[in-house]
């Protein structure tokens, strides 16, 4: 609450190696953001992820501290170097370009279903793709981020919120399967074409 980034939903993706914990996940976004320490090809930098990695942190750790990353960026260690000097020189410039990604590539479109727990997803729309739909995920606050979209074997899901539950898989990201109307799809389709 409180930041350009309010009411947004961003999707990320963790990738843990074989040896995870003792190496940390990489993280990325993979919904645009204007922010100083996250790269335009979604990379985050944060020292926890790096450096600061300790084997006893866990991926709740990982979400908290991209969570604090998001409420109070530090961009003298910036990997979007547009962001970190508007962050620097003129807060509210800086402001207004995260709110504007925001309201471009984060903010949920408003449904006319009133349980808002499950949302559709972009891979939903891959021609050839099963039609999936991945349930929300919160990181406790009011910062959302989506499950993975990928068949990324590593992918790290996090815990589902809206009521919807599922175990994790080791064959693959943490999905909840949901039929979706073809008029609705292409209709979304549509509107996705005009970005």
């Known amino acids: 609450a409180g930041t350009p980034y309010e009411n947004g939903i961003f999707r990320m993706k963790l990738i843990l190696s074989r040896d995870f914990p003792q190496s940390p996940p990489k993280g990325f976004f993979t919904t645009k953001i204007f922010h100083p320490n996250i790269a335009t090809s979604g990379e985050i930098c944060v020292n926890t992820l790096k450096k600061d990695w300790n084997p006893s942190l866990g991926l709740r750790h990982v979400l908290l501290v991209v969570r604090c990353l998001l409420i109070e960026p530090f961009p003298e260690s910036a990997l979007?170097?547009?962001?970190?000097?508007?962050?620097?020189?003129?807060?509210?410039?800086?402001?207004?370009?995260?709110?504007?990604?925001?309201?471009?590539?984060?903010?949920?479109?408003?449904?006319?279903?009133?349980?808002?727990?499950?949302?559709?997803?972009?891979?939903?729309?891959?021609?050839?793709?099963?039609?999936?739909?991945?349930?929300?995920?919160?990181?406790?606050?009011?910062?959302?981020?989506?499950?993975?979209?990928?068949?990324?074997?590593?992918?790290?899901?996090?815990?589902?919120?809206?009521?919807?539950?599922?175990?994790?898989?080791?064959?693959?990201?943490?999905?909840?399967?949901?039929?979706?109307?073809?008029?609705?799809?292409?209709?979304?389709?549509?509107?996705?074409?005009?970005?």
């Open 80 to 195: 979007n170097e547009q962001a970190g000097k508007l962050l620097l020189e003129n807060y509210e410039e800086y402001a207004r370009h995260a709110r504007l990604y925001t309201s471009i590539h984060a903010l949920r479109p408003k449904s006319k279903s009133k349980s808002g727990a499950i949302s559709e997803s972009t891979a939903a729309l891959n021609k050839g793709q099963p039609h999936t739909v991945l349930a929300p995920i919160s990181t406790s606050t009011g910062t959302k981020a989506f499950g993975p979209n990928s068949q990324d074997r590593n992918a790290a899901p996090s815990a589902v919120s809206g009521g919807a539950s599922a175990a994790p898989r080791k064959d693959g990201p943490l999905a909840v399967k949901v039929p979706v109307d073809k008029k609705k799809m292409d209709a979304r389709k549509k509107s996705l074409k005009r970005l």
